[in-house]
């Protein structure tokens, strides 16, 4: 069974720092593209940061770009260092792995269950 678990959400100040992980199970995710998402009370969710398995590159949404980083720890973990937390960033945030195929449908998508993040003003 295929499974993402993520850890370290948690009540911080506005500013204050955390680090997000993410372990996955059941399979080799060094062909999967990781990524981590969020999604705020009444919002859809939105990606945050992707680290691609094909050269380790990684890309940001513009409103964490700065103070937020995505790094891939071993083959099945990864991480979210999440510095200068404001209270926008306040959300239940979900470690995804995507491996895509030639055909769409053959894609995987697995998605971990979150991790709830509140920054207090």
């Known amino acids: 069974q295929v499974q993402l678990v993520e850890s370290g959400g948690h009540l911080v100040q506005d500013g204050g720092s955390l680090r997000l992980s993410c372990v996955g199970s059941g399979v080799t995710f060094s062909t999967f593209d990781m990524s981590w998402y969020r999604q705020a009370p009444g919002k859809e969710r939105e990606l945050v940061a992707i680290?691609?398995?094909?050269?380790?590159?990684a890309e940001y949404a513009d409103f964490v770009k700065g103070r937020f980083t995505i790094s891939r720890d071993n083959t099945n973990t990864i991480s979210l260092q999440m510095n200068s937390l404001k209270p926008e960033d306040t959300a239940v945030y979900y470690c995804?792995?995507?491996?895509?195929?030639?055909?769409?449908?053959?894609?995987?998508?697995?998605w971990g269950q979150g991790t709830q993040v509140t920054v207090s003003s």
């Open positions: 995804n792995a995507k491996r895509h195929a030639l055909s769409p449908k053959y894609d995987l998508n697995f």
């Open positions: 680290i691609f398995s094909s050269g380790g590159s």
